[in-house]
């Protein structure tokens, strides 16, 4: 791979949860798997193989129940593939690009690149996750009839016949960020016509029944079931967390709105030539001028950008050798247009890992606008008291958040179905643990 080529895989790689790899593709969508995902499936394994099997089953070597454990817990995260998988086809179907779908300690998650922007495609992208997991309860229920009892084989059905209905039970949920609460969701909006006031409700819905979930895992924890009740309590933390920042986004997304990026961008961004050298660029543009990217030009035309981060990739030695053609990222360029807002402008930036977008009309560059630009527009609304303080300083933490990490906790970005797996629930099913 080139220089070239790494700087340009960077410059447009998706946000992605950081530590997890690729394991394939399914129907052309990127699979991935987050570390903590082994750690669900020993814990599942070992739950199933010492206390849930022996009890339903009694009388196996503890080596099949081990098998059957393992056995089950892929099979779970298989039927959670699933679920999600139907929730990025139906989203293909609509016209929204599905950048992966990554499974993590609490299920799945399906990164889609934007967000509906219909009510009625929102409905229907996340109820149908719900009811495949009914579906596949009522098909493991037929084979686990179908098979003689007792038995593993018929143990490993039911199970997942079981787990698959707690599945779709849980996620039904009308409190976001579960599925229930995105139907829930474009229930209201459908209704009311605001977006808006649609995700307020359902954000405090998913936040009180976070709450509920802590405070169940809490009474659990002093009644001396600590496992049950800790796992309880994180997983309502985690939908609680995750309700708040779909909430923050929102208002973040209303300050933000409205506001063209034509009124804030930097109209004199600079600029290299293509044999300019990468020493030049750096002294010049990035440490007198303090730009931390420039377009670079050709014959008049946007052929590239070169950013400071291209420079960091390559020895300082080969700095004065180096033209910054050869580091660049290429044209074609994810660009926006002056006429796009700062919302647009913000969306496109986190969704694409980009610090900067070159402002582009009718093939004509006009300026670049960067995330520095939208804090310092944030910063000054906040000085000039146009909206109160608190919700203001709200704003700002997350702008910081977003500068700071262009790859954030995927489970908490609007434009993610966040899928739980309701251990919680699991585990009450589960004696002698
Ligand atoms: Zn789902």
Redesign the pocket.
């Known amino acids: 791979m080139t220089q070239q080529d790494t700087a340009r895989t960077a410059a447009i790689a998706p946000r992605h949860m950081p530590g997890s790899f690729s394991i394939g593709k399914v129907a052309g969508i990127d699979i991935a798997i987050h570390y903590t995902w082994l750690f669900a499936v020993a814990l599942i394994a070992w739950s199933l193989a010492a206390g849930y099997y022996p009890t339903d089953v009694p009388g196996l070597g503890a080596t099949t129940y081990w098998l059957i454990g393992l056995l089950s817990a892929v099979l779970l995260f298989a039927s959670v593939l699933a679920?999600?998988l139907t929730?990025s086809l139906v989203a293909r179907m609509r016209g929204i690009r599905v950048e992966r779908i990554t499974l993590f300690i609490f299920?799945?998650v399906?990164n889609l690149a934007t967000e509906p922007t219909k009510p009625s495609d929102e409905f229907l992208i996340?109820v149908v996750?719900?009811l495949s997991?009914l579906v596949l309860a009522g098909v493991f229920w037929v084979i686990a009839q179908a098979l003689p009892e007792p038995g593993p084989a018929g143990a490993v059905a039911s199970y997942l016949a079981l787990v698959n209905l707690l599945l779709g039970a849980f996620?039904l949920i009308p409190g976001f960020p579960?599925?229930g609460g995105r139907v829930f969701r474009s229930l209201v909006w459908g209704a009311t016509g605001s977006l808006r006031r649609a995700t307020l409700l359902a954000s405090y819905s998913g936040q009180a029944f976070g709450w509920l979930l802590i405070l169940w895992g809490l009474l659990r924890l002093l009644t001396g079931d600590a496992f049950g009740g800790l796992w309880t309590a994180f997983i309502g933390w985690f939908l609680n967390g995750a309700a708040e920042s779909a909430r923050r986004d929102q208002s973040l997304d209303e300050s933000l709105r409205g506001v063209p990026v034509s009124r804030l961008m930097d109209a004199n961004p600079g600029q290299a030539a293509t044999n300019m050298s990468v020493r030049d660029f750096v002294f010049q543009d990035v440490m007198d001028a303090g730009h931390r990217a420039v377009p670079v030009m050709s014959d008049g035309q946007l052929v590239g950008i070169v950013s400071m981060t291209d420079a960091r990739r390559l020895p300082g030695e080969a700095w004065p050798s180096t033209s910054v053609e050869q580091i660049m990222t290429r044209a074609p360029l994810v660009t926006i247009s002056p006429e796009d807002d700062l919302a647009a402008a913000i969306r496109l930036m986190a969704q694409k890992g980009l610090h900067q977008l070159p402002v582009v009309e009718n093939g004509q560059l006009l300026g670049m606008i960067s995330r520095e630009d939208v804090l310092r527009f944030l910063q000054l609304r906040q000085e000039l008291g146009a909206h109160r303080v608190e919700r203001q300083a709200v704003r700002l933490v997350l702008a910081v958040v977003l500068l700071a990490t262009p790859v954030g906790n995927a489970a908490a970005q609007p434009a993610t179905?966040?899928?739980m797996l309701g251990f919680a629930a699991l585990h009450t099913a589960i004696p002698n643990i």
């Open positions: 679920h999600e929730h299920g799945g399906s996340s996750g719900p997991s996620n579960l599925d179905c966040s899928f």
